[in-house]
């Protein structure tokens, strides 16, 4: 069976890399600027209710720690959360209370929606190069 070539899709003039920085910044903004209006809406919805979940479960926005390797992934998945990551941060959220009894359900929620948001990202570099088409 021939192989068929899937053409980009891609917004007006942006760069895909521009596309994907969009993505990761604010969740659904990389699928609303390539036109997938409804998708858009339901990863944003999807990320920023289980951001919101970890920060109310007293979950901790995990960052790197010297002499903890694994911190440094998790970290990576928190910052995936982009502008949600920042707000947090700013706003004095997130410290996580390591004696709540939902601590390490909110840690799962916080770094489950960082991890989202950058398959969101590799999700527009597999649209804009044309390897997606749906």
Not at 43 to 51: D, S, T, W
């Amino acid at each position: 069976m021939p192989e068929t070539k899937i053409a980009p899709s891609r917004s007006g003039s942006l760069p895909p890399a521009a596309l994907m920085i969009a993505a990761w910044i604010v969740p659904g903004l990389g699928h609303l600027l390539v036109g997938r209006r409804v998708r858009a809406g339901v990863f944003a919805i999807c990320i920023v209710v289980a951001f919101a979940m970890g920060i109310l479960l007293q979950g901790e926005i995990i960052l790197p720690q010297a002499g903890d390797p694994l911190s440094y992934l998790a970290a990576i998945a928190s910052l995936g959360s982009g502008i949600l990551f920042f707000i947090a941060k700013a706003a004095g959220l997130g410290v996580g209370v390591v004696t709540a009894a939902t601590y390490e359900y909110g840690n799962t929620f916080l770094l489950t929606a960082g991890m989202m948001n950058l398959l969101l990202v590799l999700d527009i570099h597999d649209i804009t190069s044309g390897r997606k088409t749906w």
